[in-house]
């Protein structure tokens, strides 16, 4: 039992690094998996790869709760109205979770319902290699597009609605390739149409709150809730240590993207889908 959760927490780090990194976490677990498999049954594992972002998503609500909590008479800049109520309401965060969910749209409507035909299809080393390669690609040629360009949008209040939509067209894409990255997908579709750099990533983060929610307890929900106590101790571990990695990567990486552009994670993605390509076909070849 204790080299399980060794394991876990090794799969719990990786989770926090690559979740909000734009490098796709479901390319790591599927590459860290190949070295640790967790002992358990192959629907707890599938279950387990979904639901461990549960902790990652709390770091999120935790580092932006005062940007996400529409409540508060304190620091309220916009009110809804003068009354004892009104004031309470911060009508400008209520905007932007109308945002969020006009990004969901696309992801509710068409990513959804396929979620068992992706599982089934897509799901295995070969998509995952190619979206890591062909975003990475796109990364690269995005920010040399952008160069010296002044974004359109600076701030999550001038972004519009129809730009949240075309982001959730984006994260859709990301919905049915894995491999894609979540985030990677998001913030490239973000910064085509003018969005700064830090707008994009945290719209992207907060856009992770109810996508990431929803995967997770549809995961739950499949799989049931009878845990046994090794599975219960697994699962647990594992989103405990993806939340507290997550608040460290994603506070370096709002530091990093004030200075710097994200041709690196593009690099990166590219090096990474090759080997992932290598690996796998060379072990295929041997079988």
């Avoid at 049954?41 to 639901?51: A, H, L, N, Q, R």
């Avoid at 975003?135 to 974004?151: C, H, L, R, T, Y």
């Avoid at 085509?192 to 929900?221: D, H, Q």
């Amino acid at each position: 039992m204790i080299w399980e959760i060794i394991k876990t927490i090794i799969l719990g780090i990786v989770e926090g690094i690559t979740e909000w990194l734009p490098i796709s976490s479901t390319g790591h677990l599927i590459l860290v998996g190949e070295f640790l498999k967790l002992d358990q049954s192959d629907d707890f594992k599938e279950m387990f790869d979904v639901v461990i972002q549960f902790g990652a998503i709390m770091a999120v609500v935790v580092i932006f709760w005062k940007k996400l909590w529409p409540f508060g008479k304190e620091g309220n800049a916009h009110p809804l109205n003068a009354s004892p109520f009104g004031q309470m309401v911060k009508t400008d965060i209520f905007t932007m979770w109308f945002k969020v969910l006009v990004a969901c749209i696309p992801a509710i409507l068409v990513g959804m319902p396929l979620d068992d035909w992706i599982d089934e299809h897509l799901y295995n080393p070969w998509t995952v290699a190619i979206a890591l390669i062909i975003f990475g690609v796109a990364f690269i040629i995005v920010e040399n597009w952008n160069k010296g360009k002044k974004p359109k949008v600076n701030t999550i209040a001038e972004l519009t609605y129809k730009a949240a939509f075309i982001i959730g067209i984006f994260q859709l894409i990301a919905a049915l390739f894995p491999g894609t990255s979540r985030s990677g997908a998001t913030i490239v579709g973000a910064l085509l149409i003018g969005v700064s750099r830090t707008v994009a990533a945290e719209f992207t983060f907060y856009l992770a709150i109810p996508v990431m929610f929803g995967a997770s307890l549809l995961k739950l929900v499949k799989f049931g809730f009878g845990f046994s106590g090794s599975e219960l101790a697994v699962l647990l571990t594992g989103m405990i240590v993806a939340f507290v990695v997550s608040v460290f990567v994603i506070k370096f990486l709002m530091d990093y993207i004030k200075k710097h552009d994200f041709k690196v994670f593009g690099w990166y993605r590219i090096i990474l889908g090759i080997l992932v390509l290598l690996y796998f076909g060379t072990k295929a070849v041997v079988k």
